[in-house]
């Protein structure tokens, strides 16, 4: 009996010991790059600003990264960021007191020499050691970058720019910035008291604008709406019938379940065809056909379908989730004739959201990958800053290969929506946009904030390319509402940015 507790005894101590080695054994073999390479592990940062750590450049090659080798330091380097605040939200900082950002962080590895790419050997990576720092190339071109921080100015506000076939973000940049060289310093108490005075300042520089903050999107979800309309209600037909069309006479549009009227504009009238509507904006023409005939579970359907109400995969991580309102109540009336989409608690809601209104909000970002998926036959492509990977002596070893996100609508669709969304620049709200040489598509968004009618943000959404080809450039340019700049409009503000970039993208300037 004794003998029979004593083996059941060292059955589970040696089981045991099993389980405990395969532990240690994983922690130490399989787990143990990751632990070394995480950038917010202090031993981790305390070896590597003791060696040297790989560049950071444009795809115009200017160094916005690079580490220097000092003598009178705790460190034997000191990262450096010779364009200041231009490329703070997309390059990051690269901190022993605050940790990383940016590409500082997600490219750590590569930074370090410690991916697998550039380690010299497996065995050396096994031992912890570390091959020579490979360098990250950005997408960003610093040409268009100046350009877009010099034309939004002490404005707050971002520009987004990417190829809508790849996802390269060409320009990125969000107003106000800061410099990544007051929080990378080795005098810790310095870099802390920087921090705590970037996190008070108007406009909260340290948060980029760009991708990590999100805004009312006006009049430019107008494009979403219109894939919902036609996904819903089908395009025109060959005999002439336009299920979407819209009495043009309309000045005001009178929501289910509600007594506040939803106005145009300048308290105009419109209408017409979805492509009229488009063009000049018409809230009367999207707020009617939203509530009334596509109803809540088609615009959830397809705002989602963009990639609303979901994290935006951006390489170098921070992007938050756009937003798109699901419920709308329960339904009062089923669906009939006279209101095919039935009627909801809150299709006054509705109405409002089609509208880029309510509680919609939404990046710049995601409003560049809306128009990216029209430009791109519907499908929304993966951003990305990072382009490639060198090795010390100038090799690729890493290449970033262009993959589409998601599908937001069927390719016919968004051929339709390309054709509407160039009708607003050739007859339409984004006149200003017209560029010699050029084949432009757009939507301007003017978002009212709060009850103050003169306190609006401004955007514009689209994308370019030569005449009779697939468009080359997606974009979005959105400027905060100011006080102090009464009366800002899609078409007045943002369009001029954008015009001035998409020039200089094609030469033109």
Not at 341 to 364: C, E, H, T
Not at 458 to 466: H, N, S
Request: with cysteine; hydrophobic share 40%.
């Amino acid at each position: 009996m004794i003998d029979r507790s004593l083996r059941r005894l060292l059955g589970v101590l040696l089981l045991s010991f099993g389980v405990l080695m395969v532990q240690v054994s994983r922690v130490q073999v399989l787990e143990a790059a990751e632990l070394r390479n995480n950038p917010d592990n202090g031993r981790s940062i305390l070896r590597d600003f003791n060696r040297p750590r790989g560049q950071i450049l444009t795809s115009d090659g200017v160094v916005v990264a690079e580490s220097e080798s000092v003598f009178d330091s705790a460190f034997d380097y000191q990262r450096l960021y010779p364009e200041g605040a231009l490329y703070a939200h997309s390059a990051g900082y690269y901190s022993f007191n605050l940790g990383a950002s940016g590409v500082e962080k997600a490219y750590n590895d590569s930074l370090s020499g410690r991916s697998a790419e550039l380690r010299l050997s497996g065995l050396n990576e096994f031992l912890g050691g570390a091959g020579q720092p490979g360098d990250v190339v950005m997408s960003i071109s610093h040409a268009l970058q100046s350009q877009a921080a010099e034309l939004l100015g002490d404005r707050v506000g971002s520009v987004v720019m990417l190829e809508p076939d790849t996802g390269a973000i060409v320009a990125l940049y969000s107003s106000p910035s800061f410099d990544p060289a007051l929080l990378a310093s080795h005098d810790g108490v310095a870099a802390e008291a920087a921090s705590r005075a970037l996190n008070t300042q108007k406009g909260n520089p340290r948060r980029p604008s760009a991708f990590a903050d999100v805004y009312f999107p006006g009049s430019s979800f107008k494009v979403v709406t219109a894939a919902a309309i036609l996904t819903t209600l089908g395009s025109p037909s060959a005999a002439g019938f336009d299920d979407t069309a819209v009495d043009p006479t309309n000045e005001y549009y009178p929501p289910l379940v509600s007594n506040r009227p939803i106005r145009n504009f300048g308290g105009r009238t419109c209408g017409g065809t979805l492509a009229e509507a488009l063009a000049t904006s018409c809230n009367t023409s999207f707020a009617y056909l939203a509530a009334e005939r596509v109803g809540p579970d088609a615009m959830v359907d397809t705002a989602q379908a963009f990639g609303f109400n979901e994290e935006l995969p951006l390489d170098i991580g921070g992007a938050v989730a756009s937003v798109f309102p699901t419920d709308y109540g329960e339904q009062l009336r089923a669906p009939s004739e006279e209101v095919p989409a039935g009627v909801y608690a809150n299709s006054a809601v509705l109405a409002q959201a089609a509208l880029g209104q309510n509680s919609v909000a939404a990046s710049p970002l995601m409003m560049s990958l809306v128009a990216a998926a029209v430009a791109n036959g519907g499908l929304v492509p993966s951003p990305h800053v990072v382009s490639k990977v060198l090795s010390g002596d100038g090799t690729i070893v890493e290449t970033v290969e262009p993959e589409p996100w998601r599908t937001a609508m069927a390719p016919d669709t968004a051929l339709e929506l390309r054709a509407m969304m160039k009708l607003a620049v050739t007859d339409g709200t984004a006149k200003q946009l017209q560029t010699p040489g050029l084949e432009l598509g757009a939507k301007t968004g003017t978002a009212q904030v709060g009850e103050d009618l003169e306190s609006s943000h401004a955007w514009v959404i689209g994308f370019a390319g030569d005449k009779g080809f697939a468009p080359d450039i997606a974009f979005a340019v959105f400027v905060a509402a100011d006080a102090d700049r009464p009366n800002q409009t899609g078409g007045g503000t943002a369009v001029p940015i954008a015009r001035e970039l998409v020039s200089s993208y094609f030469g033109l300037l």
